[in-house]
T-cell receptor, first 115, second 112 residues
Framework: AQKITQTQPGMFVQEKEAVTLDCTYD???????LFWYKQPSSGEMIFLIY????DQQNATEGRYSLNFQKARKSANLVISASQLGDSAMYFC????????????WGAGTKLIIKP | NAGVTQTPKFRVLKTGQSMTLLCAQD?????MYWYRQDPGMGLRLIHY???????AKGEVPDGYNVSRLKKQNFLLGLESAAPSQTSVYFC???????????FGDGTRLSIL
């Protein structure tokens, strides 16, 4: 069974609009963490934001925020006021304490920002 | 501020050849990882290391070997390359196991 599911293979969004990238996860481990990474066309992997399973508040980093709904097992990335430079692949990943903290990755969402 | 450096960036091999990919980090991180990225899939962990002199298998270890003789370096070896190993390989490191991983720029490897 897929542990990390990103249901949107691709998305087109108008510049300056907000965008939500979906991520659902499956785990029975009470201690886990969720990460979002950005991969531009140049290929590097850039860490964006992290949410721990015990964190009381949703994580925020600049224009990035994580809509963490623990009961629904979802950890959606929200990008506010999108910019052309946000065009990239976005990956959601999960780390479980039981699996020795190895990262499990989703298949990614390709986001294209239209001018 | 080099971070994580991978060499080479590109390589083409023939089936059966061997090669070693080098990963070097200058952040004094304990944990290092090798991933492969294939089209339409997320990253898959090949091997990882929790400190100098240690290695462990990840999700897809077959056909690869690794070594971590020095804390700053993590080597990935292909003893007999196969076309199925054509992929983009990423190295990553982290200070502790539950911290975000820092990635190198990747190595694009083609096996003909």
């Amino acid at each position: 069974a897929q542990k990390i599911t990103q249901t949107q293979p691709g998305m087109f969004v108008q510049e300056k609009e907000a965008v939500t990238l979906d991520c659902t996860y499956d785990t029975s481990d009470p201690s886990y963490g969720l990460f979002w990474y950005k991969q531009p066309s140049s290929g590097e992997m850039i860490f964006l934001i992290y949410q721990g399973s015990y964190d009381q508040q949703n994580a925020t980093e600049g224009r990035y925020s994580l809509n963490f709904q623990k009961a629904r097992k979802s950890a959606n990335l929200v990008i506010s006021a999108s910019q052309l430079g946000d065009s990239a692949m976005y990956f959601c990943a999960m780390r479980e304490a039981d699996s020795n903290y190895q990262l499990i990755w989703g298949a990614g969402t390709k986001l294209i920002i239209k001018p | 501020n080099a971070g994580v450096t991978q060499t080479p960036k590109f390589r083409v091999l023939k089936t059966g050849q061997s090669m070693t990919l080098l990963c070097a980090q200058d952040m004094n991180h304990e944990y290092m990882y090798w991933y492969r990225q294939d089209p339409g899939m997320g990253l898959r962990l090949i091997h990882y290391s929790v400190g100098e002199g240690t290695t462990a298998k990840g999700e897809v270890p077959d056909g690869y070997n690794v070594s971590r003789l020095k804390k700053q370096n993590f080597l990935l070896g292909l003893e007999s390359a196969a076309p199925s190993q054509t992929s983009v390989y990423f190295c990553a490191s982290s200070w502790v196991r539950n911290e975000p991983q820092h990635f190198g720029d990747g190595t694009r490897l083609s096996i003909l």
